[in-house]
C-alpha cells in the first residue's frame, strides 16, 4: 500500500463559543472540547484512510488554558503514525479572541483509530510519509506511545477479568 504524506489528511476545524457551550466560569465545558477533539481526530483518521474509523483510545486530553465565551477554537489535527490497521493521531486546541486577535494554546491529545472494512472489520491503512521537522519528530516518538497504550490496555483487561467484567 502506498504511503501518505501527513499534509494530504491535516484537518482545521473552528468554531465561535457560545453561551450554551460554557459552564458558571464563562468558559467552554471540557466535555464540549473532547467531542470536538474527537469529531477532528475522526475526520482526519478518514481523509488518511479513506475507510470509516471508529476511536479505539484517547491517551489524555491536556487542557492548558481555558477557552472563553466569545472566543473561537480552532482545533488542528494530523497523523503521525500508521500502524496495520489504525492511525495515531495528533489535535492541538488553540483559542482566539477575535476582537484582539489574541490567541493562545489551550490544549492537546493523542487519539488512535481504527479503520473498517465495509463489514466492520478492522482494515489495512496506508503507512505515514513524515516530512517536516515536527512531523518526522512525532513519527518517531510515536512507537514509544503505542506501547504505553498496550501496556495500559492489557491492565485494564486483566482488571476486568479480574472483577468479573
Given amino acids: 500500500m502506498e504511503g501518505k504524506p501527513v499534509r494530504i489528511s491535516r484537518t482545521?476545524?473552528?468554531d465561535h463559543v457560545l453561551p450554551p457551550d460554557t459552564n458558571n466560569?464563562?468558559?467552554i465545558f471540557g466535555g464540549?472540547?473532547?467531542?470536538?477533539?474527537?469529531?477532528?481526530g475522526a475526520m482526519t483518521a478518514m481523509k488518511h484512510c479513506r475507510k470509516p474509523v471508529v476511536t479505539a483510545?484517547?491517551?489524555?486530553?491536556?487542557f492548558l488554558a481555558p477557552v472563553l465565551l466569545g472566543e473561537t477554537i480552532n482545533l488542528e489535527a494530523c497523523v503521525t503514525r500508521a500502524y496495520r490497521t489504525s492511525v495515531e493521531v495528533y489535535v492541538t486546541v488553540r483559542s482566539e479572541d477575535l476582537v484582539t486577535g489574541k490567541g493562545k494554546v489551550t490544549g492537546s491529545s493523542y487519539l488512535t483509530f481504527v479503520a473498517l472494512d465495509e463489514n466492520g472489520h478492522p482494515t489495512e491503512v496506508p503507512p505515514v510519509i513524515p516530512e517536516t521537522d515536527e512531523e518526522k519528530r512525532q513519527y518517531d516518538t510515536a512507537q514509544a506511545r503505542y506501547v504505553i497504550r498496550q501496556q495500559r490496555k492489557q491492565v485494564r483487561v486483566e482488571e476486568h477479568r479480574r472483577l468479573g467484567l
Fill in 12 to 14: 482545521v476545524y473552528n
Fill in 32 to 40: 464540549k472540547v473532547m467531542a470536538f477533539v474527537d469529531k477532528v
Fill in 57 to 62: 483510545s484517547i491517551d489524555s486530553m491536556d
Fill in 25 to 27: 466560569r464563562n468558559t
